[in-house]
């Protein structure tokens, strides 16, 4: 199973603040779209970083509510892991487990394609393997 195989499942769209963004405007697109992390660009397919919900919790905790209008940039994860659709589903699940991350931006060409969550691997493996069941219980069935 490939990455490109998830992304074809659960969809290409990628949400993209800019690093200039507010994290109040972060905030709010996280809310809006109802996900988790939201890759910073400052355009054209370029990735500069990624922010997620625990970013904004663990800056708000060290530094206050003042956070809140500085920009993205100051709290972003600029040292980005990413993936590519050809790379396997279980070595980038591996990979997000050993390194807890819970988001990671396909890229192809140097250009921000897609992104994958751990919830999107988990479910297209677990859809995977009841298929398999599926497939077995019909071969011992006949």
């Given at each position: 199973m490939k990455i490109s195989d998830v992304v074809r499942s659960k969809g290409d769209?990628?949400?993209?603040?800019?690093?200039?963004?507010?994290?109040?405007?972060?905030?709010?697109?996280?809310?809006?779209?109802r996900i988790g992390a939201v890759v910073v660009s400052s355009g054209e397919g370029s990735i500069d970083g990624i922010v997620s919900e625990r970013d904004?919790?663990?800056?708000?905790?060290?530094?206050?509510?003042g956070i809140l209008e500085g920009p993205v940039s100051a709290i972003m994860t600029a040292d980005v892991h990413t993936c590519t659709g050809h790379d396997d589903v279980s070595d980038l699940e591996s990979r997000m487990t050993e390194r807890r991350i819970r988001h990671v931006p396909v890229v192809e060409e140097d250009r921000l394609v897609a992104i994958v969550s751990i919830g999107d691997v988990v479910k297209y493996r677990i859809r995977d393997?009841?298929?398999?069941?599926?497939?077995?219980?019909?071969y011992i069935t006949q």
């Open positions: 769209d990628v949400v993209t603040a800019a690093p200039d963004d507010t994290v109040a405007d972060l905030l709010s697109l996280l809310a809006e779209h904004v919790v663990r800056h708000l905790h060290r530094s206050g509510t393997l009841a298929a398999e069941r599926d497939q077995l219980e019909a």
